[in-house]
């Protein structure tokens, strides 16, 4: 396999006066769990955002399968490959969980759009039952616990069989045994042939489960690397640390983000 | 034409420039804290205004309980008129916001315009009811002396209001930007949560903030309303203008909203200036109607569109909620006993019930299109009517004026309301929300004065004649004979349950559809639909055709129901209503259409109200506009979907009391 699966050169993203991301290089070649990790506001979120089309790049590269996609629409961005989550799921609270799974189904060149898909059952099914959520077909969103409405995301996000899925900070919310399937889970997507992309600030999980690591703050990748040598680089203990007040910025820094209302 | 006369014109329209700028900083208040955007700014400004002119001519305050302040019907003096009608605007703020927009503090976007809608037609109808629909002339308040400026002589009203604007503008500014009550606004209105804890009064800060744009409404609707004339639609429409000065504004910006107003008053004044002047386009010996209503659209839909985002710029954790959209059951069994219950009402009841019955399935089918775009996709569009009306006049000049043969007409007529409803589908795939609701309301206004007004492509002032279905040589209409049966005959009624069904039978269809599941993605996550592959701007595009479509046959239906069009009846402030009643109903499923249907004006709850009850049809539209409020904040899902999860409900608890019956009675 020739070149990387995505490159982002020097992609810069200014809101106003805001640097959101500043010259960031990224590379994710096929088949490697790669984290993204750094404090509150450093830019990950967005990361993501200008990878899947969400948010415009003011400047910068971006290649996908050996395509520029960086002026490419994010539905098409999609159906070439690119899934992702949301930490907020986005899940549609108004159909069913195979629905909702089905709703990313590739659908047959040609197929007429009124009619159902039949070869789309398929698909949605194993997708589901993939992550050990098949007897929640028919139930709505609404009804499930945040654990199991994080995995139905999941699920949505593998049914178009990408090549590659952004997850944002899919373990806000959860607890232990549900991180650690989480982990589990993504481990055995990525064995699959699809290359994952986490943002998340469960270090354990990270740390544990990730390839390799880019650590961003203020928007810049300060540091990247196997999660080993990412852990013990001074420019990333000085990011989480700061070398001020070691002891307030500790907490201030390596504080997981807050569950949002999501989280129940 | 001079200069002199260019500039005079210019600075005449100052007065309606203040009344709009007045007006568009209240909605700026209101929406900077609460999220509300008013529609119903116009109409309690225009309240203001008439109570002022009654206390002014009879000394009467209408509260709407007439009470006389002075003796013998005197006229009161100005200042206290004023002081009075300052004093009811505050109360008026503060009521709407406790009555209204507080308990619906986290209710979606759709609910609060809705509930805002609620309070337009309210007043709308209070003041119909009080002081009727004609202009009333409203007595001045500041002195009209002619003043000389820049060479021309213009009334000094016009100048003192310009002058109140700049203060007021400079006031507000300074009370957002540097005082504690000011930052404190911003700052709950940023984060709820963030304020209460710390310590900040939420419902205080916010009625206040109502306050203040509930009195600034009608201190400008007193002060103005005689520099433009008080009638109760035109007053309440104001409101086009005053959220194209709003949206300008970006909903934040006083000095770019205020701008905005006054040079809409000023294109307002040229085009009067224009209009007389021999070149202008004329219809009939008069100049082109409804130029002055087009100027505010165009402005908001160029506008919108080159500013308008294809994404949202932040997600929120929680979608806001919309009316559920179940999906539809037991829809074989409802559609036969539908069918029978119809024809035995055609065949039974008097020709006023059937009528009646006649209105409420017109109704159904509009509210229909409703149920399509906002419902399943999310799409307020206010439009609904002019898309109806489309479809009304251009049967009636395909069937009376160009006289071809039955099917022709109504195919004609349907596939101009598709063709409408897609040109306004064009700013929907760049704006939303909100946005798309204030440009289709600005549309709404500018196709009913522009086209159905319009004697060369309406009808001008007189309705329209719409030539009967005629089926081999065999006349359909309600006032003709059918099948030998008594005249006038249920004939017609039949063909407009077969039109429902047809209509009802396709929204379901579309609901267990692909295309419709992937409407209902939409509505909850444009981002993740995105995400998904689903082709958002397809997905509305057939939204607004299918709403195009069930618009077009409620408006065609209309047209044969009544002979004819006429351009009141295809009105914005009828689309206001309609989307209210729809919304009642239930606005996401098939059930909240029939529903709404029943409530619609001239429907049969309403005829029934009439008949037995002897409450004349005048105060429908206050009923329909209390309705519209109290469903809102109570029933949010629409009366259908709470019936429905109340006799689930009741069968529950029923079942669970048998059993526990049984058990006990085996005890015993």
Same mark, same amino acid.
């Given at each position: 396999?020739?070149?990387?699966?995505?490159?982002?050169?020097?992609?810069?993203?200014?809101?106003?006066?805001?640097?959101?991301?500043?010259?960031?290089?990224?590379?994710?070649?096929?088949?490697?769990?790669?984290?993204?990790?750094?404090?509150?506001?450093?830019?990950?979120?967005?990361?993501?955002?200008?990878?899947?089309?969400?948010?415009?790049?003011?400047?910068?590269?971006?290649?996908?399968?050996?395509?520029?996609?960086?002026?490419?629409?994010?539905?098409?961005?999609?159906?070439?490959?690119?899934?992702?989550?949301?930490?907020?799921?986005?899940?549609?609270?108004?159909?069913?969980?195979?629905?909702?799974?089905?709703?990313?189904?590739?659908?047959?060149?040609?197929?007429?759009?009124?009619?159902?898909?039949?070869?789309?059952?398929?698909?949605?099914?194993? /997708? &589901? @039952?993939?992550?050990?959520?098949?007897? !929640?077909? #028919?139930?709505?969103?609404?009804? +499930?616990?945040?654990?199991? %409405?994080?995995?139905?995301?999941?699920?949505? /996000? &593998? @049914?178009?069989?990408?090549?590659?899925? !952004?997850? #944002?900070?899919?373990?806000?919310? +959860?607890?232990?045994?549900? %991180?650690?399937?989480?982990?589990?889970?993504?481990?055995?997507?990525?064995?699959?042939?699809?290359?994952?992309?986490?943002?998340?600030?469960?270090?354990?999980?990270?740390?544990?489960?990730?390839?390799?690591?880019?650590?961003?703050?203020?928007?810049?990748?300060?540091?990247?690397?196997?999660?080993?040598?990412?852990?013990?680089?001074?420019?990333?203990?000085?990011?989480?640390?700061?070398?001020?007040?070691?002891?307030?910025?500790?907490?201030?820094?390596?504080?997981?983000?807050?569950?949002?209302?999501?989280?129940? | 034409?001079?200069?002199?006369?260019?500039?005079?014109?210019?600075?005449?329209?100052?007065?309606?420039?203040?009344?709009?700028?007045?007006?568009?900083?209240?909605?700026?208040?209101?929406?900077?804290?609460?999220?509300?955007?008013?529609?119903?700014?116009?109409?309690?400004?225009?309240?203001?205004?008439?109570?002022?002119?009654?206390?002014?001519?009879?000394?009467?305050?209408?509260?709407?309980?007439?009470?006389?302040?002075?003796?013998?019907?005197?006229?009161?003096?100005?200042?206290?008129?004023?002081?009075?009608?300052?004093?009811?605007?505050?109360?008026?703020?503060?009521?709407?916001?406790?009555?209204?927009?507080?308990?619906?503090?986290?209710?979606?976007?759709?609910?609060?315009?809705?509930?805002?809608?609620?309070?337009?037609?309210?007043?709308?109808?209070?003041?119909?009811?009080?002081?009727?629909?004609?202009?009333?002339?409203?007595?001045?308040?500041?002195?009209?002396?002619?003043?000389?400026?820049?060479?021309?002589?213009?009334?000094?009203?016009?100048?003192?209001?310009?002058?109140?604007?700049?203060?007021?503008?400079?006031?507000?500014?300074?009370?957002?930007?540097?005082?504690?009550?000011?930052?404190?606004?911003?700052?709950?209105?940023?984060?709820?949560?963030?304020?209460?804890?710390?310590?900040?009064?939420?419902?205080?800060?916010?009625?206040?903030?109502?306050?203040?744009?509930?009195?600034?409404?009608?201190?400008?609707?007193?002060?103005?309303?005689?520099?433009?004339?008080?009638?109760?639609?035109?007053?309440?429409?104001?409101?086009?203008?005053?959220?194209?000065?709003?949206?300008?504004?970006?909903?934040?910006?006083?000095?770019?909203?205020?701008?905005?107003?006054?040079?809409?008053?000023?294109?307002?004044?040229?085009?009067?200036?224009?209009?007389?002047?021999?070149?202008?386009?004329?219809?009939?010996?008069?100049?082109?109607?409804?130029?002055?209503?087009?100027?505010?659209?165009?402005?908001?839909?160029?506008?919108?569109?080159?500013?308008?985002?294809?994404?949202?710029?932040?997600?929120?954790?929680?979608?806001?909620?919309?009316?559920?959209?179940?999906?539809?059951?037991?829809?074989?069994?409802?559609?036969?006993?539908?069918?029978?219950?119809?024809?035995?009402?055609?065949?039974?009841?008097?020709?006023?019930?059937?009528?009646?019955?006649?209105?409420?399935?017109?109704?159904?089918?509009?509210?229909?299109?409703?149920?399509?775009?906002?419902?399943?996709?999310?799409?307020?569009?206010?439009?609904?009517?002019?898309?109806?009306?489309?479809?009304?006049?251009?049967?009636?000049?395909?069937?009376?004026?160009?006289?071809?043969?039955?099917?022709?007409?109504?195919?004609?007529?349907?596939?101009?309301?598709?063709?409408?409803?897609?040109?306004?589908?064009?700013?929907?795939?760049?704006?939303?929300?909100?946005?798309?609701?204030?440009?289709?309301?600005?549309?709404?206004?500018?196709?009913?004065?522009?086209?159905?007004?319009?004697?060369?492509?309406?009808?001008?002032?007189?309705?329209?004649?719409?030539?009967?279905?005629?089926?081999?040589?065999?006349?359909?209409?309600?006032?003709?004979?059918?099948?030998?049966?008594?005249?006038?005959?249920?004939?017609?009624?039949?063909?407009?349950?077969?039109?429902?069904?047809?209509?009802?039978?396709?929204?379901?269809?579309?609901?267990?559809?692909?295309?419709?599941?992937?409407?209902?993605?939409?509505?909850?996550?444009?981002?993740?639909?995105?995400?998904?592959?689903?082709?958002?701007?397809?997905?509305?595009?057939?939204?607004?055709?299918?709403?195009?479509?069930?618009?077009?046959?409620?408006?065609?239906?209309?047209?044969?129901?009544?002979?004819?069009?006429?351009?009141?009846?295809?009105?914005?402030?009828?689309?206001?209503?309609?989307?209210?009643?729809?919304?009642?109903?239930?606005?996401?499923?098939?059930?909240?259409?029939?529903?709404?249907?029943?409530?619609?004006?001239?429907?049969?709850?309403?005829?029934?109200?009439?008949?037995?009850?002897?409450?004349?049809?005048?105060?429908?539209?206050?009923?329909?506009?209390?309705?519209?409020?109290?469903?809102?904040?109570?029933?949010?899902?629409?009366?259908?979907?709470?019936?429905?999860?109340?006799?689930?409900?009741?069968?529950?608890?029923?079942?669970?009391?048998?059993?526990?019956?049984?058990?006990?009675?085996?005890?015993?």
């Amino acid at each position: 396999m020739a070149g990387p699966l995505l490159r982002a050169e020097a992609l810069c993203l200014h809101y106003g006066g805001v640097r959101a991301l500043n010259e960031v290089d990224v590379e994710i070649t096929p088949t490697e769990l790669v984290g993204v990790i750094g404090p509150n506001g450093a830019g990950k979120s967005t990361l993501l955002d200008a990878i899947t089309g969400f948010a415009t790049p003011t400047s910068g590269a971006l290649t996908f399968d050996g395509q520029d996609v960086l002026r490419r629409r994010p539905s098409e961005r999609a159906r070439m490959g690119i899934a992702r989550t949301w930490q907020t799921l986005q899940l549609f609270e108004d159909l069913t969980v195979s629905e909702n799974v089905r709703m990313a189904v590739p659908r047959r060149p040609k197929a007429v759009g009124v009619l159902p898909r039949r070869g789309g059952e398929r698909a949605e099914h194993d /997708a &589901l @039952a993939r992550l050990g959520i098949g007897g !929640l077909a #028919d139930r709505m969103p609404g009804e +499930l616990s945040h654990g199991q %409405r994080v995995l139905v995301g999941i699920a949505r /996000a &593998l @049914a178009g069989d990408p090549k590659l899925l !952004l997850m #944002d900070e899919p373990a806000a919310g +959860l607890d232990g045994s549900e %991180r650690d399937l989480l982990g589990e889970i993504l481990r055995d997507v990525v064995a699959s042939g699809t290359s994952v992309v986490l943002v998340d600030h469960d270090m354990p999980l990270v740390l544990g489960i990730c390839d390799r690591l880019y650590v961003l703050d203020f928007g810049a990748v300060i540091a990247s690397g196997a999660p080993r040598q990412v852990r013990n680089d001074p420019a990333v203990v000085a990011a989480y640390l700061g070398a001020d007040d070691p002891e307030t910025r500790d907490e201030e820094r390596l504080q997981p983000s807050l569950p949002t209302e999501g989280a129940r | 034409m001079s200069t002199e006369q260019i500039l005079a014109f210019m600075m005449l329209g100052l007065g309606y420039g203040a009344l709009i700028a007045g007006l568009a900083t209240g909605m700026v208040v209101t929406y900077r804290s609460t999220g509300v955007i008013n529609i119903a700014a116009g109409a309690t400004a225009a309240y203001s205004a008439y109570v002022y002119s009654e206390l002014r001519t009879t000394g009467t305050l209408v509260l709407p309980p007439s009470i006389p302040l002075t003796a013998d019907r005197e006229p009161l003096g100005a200042l206290p008129a004023l002081a009075i009608g300052l004093a009811l605007a505050a109360g008026l703020g503060v009521l709407q916001y406790l009555l209204v927009y507080r308990p619906l503090a986290k209710a979606g976007p759709l609910a609060k315009i809705v509930a805002s809608s609620g309070v337009l037609l309210t007043v709308q109808a209070v003041i119909v009811l009080r002081w009727g629909a004609d202009p009333v002339a409203a007595p001045a308040v500041l002195p009209q002396a002619p003043v000389d400026l820049l060479g021309v002589s213009i009334p000094e009203d016009r100048l003192l209001l310009a002058g109140l604007v700049v203060v007021v503008t400079a006031l507000l500014w300074t009370l957002y930007r540097y005082t504690r009550f000011g930052i404190a606004t911003r700052a709950a209105a940023d984060s709820r949560k963030g304020s209460v804890l710390l310590g900040l009064s939420t419902a205080r800060l916010e009625s206040a903030n109502w306050v203040i744009a509930s009195v600034l409404g009608g201190l400008f609707g007193m002060l103005a309303a005689p520099t433009t004339q008080l009638q109760p639609t035109t007053f309440t429409l104001l409101v086009v203008p005053v959220l194209t000065a709003a949206l300008l504004g970006g909903f934040s910006s006083f000095g770019v909203t205020v701008a905005t107003a006054f040079g809409l008053g000023a294109v307002n004044s040229l085009i009067a200036l224009f209009q007389g002047q021999p070149w202008f386009p004329k219809v009939d010996g008069a100049p082109l109607p409804g130029v002055t209503e087009l100027a505010p659209f165009l402005v908001l839909a160029v506008v919108l569109y080159l500013r308008g985002r294809a994404l949202p710029d932040r997600l929120t954790a929680v979608a806001p909620p919309m009316p559920r959209a179940p999906r539809p059951r037991h829809v074989g069994p409802a559609a036969v006993v539908g069918a029978v219950v119809v024809v035995a009402a055609l065949a039974g009841l008097s020709f006023d019930w059937r009528q009646a019955l006649i209105n409420t399935m017109l109704g159904a089918v509009l509210c229909l299109s409703v149920v399509v775009t906002t419902g399943f996709v999310g799409q307020i569009s206010f439009a609904q009517m002019a898309v109806a009306g489309a479809a009304g006049y251009v049967t009636a000049a395909i069937g009376t004026d160009a006289n071809l043969p039955f099917p022709l007409p109504p195919i004609a007529g349907i596939a101009a309301a598709v063709a409408t409803s897609l040109l306004f589908s064009v700013p929907a795939r760049r704006v939303r929300g909100l946005q798309l609701a204030v440009l289709t309301l600005a549309g709404g206004v500018a196709a009913q004065r522009f086209w159905f007004g319009n004697p060369q492509w309406g009808s001008g002032l007189r309705p329209a004649n719409v030539a009967p279905i005629t089926v081999f040589g065999t006349e359909i209409s309600p006032s003709h004979s059918f099948w030998g049966t008594e005249s006038p005959s249920s004939g017609f009624g039949l063909v407009v349950f077969v039109a429902l069904l047809g209509c009802a039978l396709l929204v379901v269809r579309v609901r267990r559809s692909a295309l419709g599941a992937r409407m209902l993605a939409v509505r909850s996550s444009e981002a993740a639909a995105v995400a998904t592959g689903v082709n958002v701007g397809a997905v509305k595009t057939a939204a607004f055709a299918m709403g195009g479509l069930l618009a077009g046959v409620a408006g065609v239906l209309y047209g044969y129901n009544f002979a004819g069009v006429s351009a009141d009846r295809f009105g914005p402030l009828t689309s206001i209503a309609f989307f209210g009643v729809a919304v009642l109903g239930g606005v996401g499923t098939v059930s909240g259409a029939l529903v709404g249907g029943l409530l619609v004006s001239q429907g049969l709850l309403f005829h029934a109200v009439t008949t037995w009850f002897g409450i004349g049809p005048d105060y429908q539209p206050l009923f329909a506009g209390l309705a519209v409020i109290l469903t809102v904040i109570g029933s949010p899902n629409g009366v259908a979907v709470s019936v429905a999860d109340g006799a689930r409900a009741l069968r529950e608890t029923w079942r669970r009391q048998r059993r526990r019956g049984v058990t006990a009675t085996g005890e015993s």
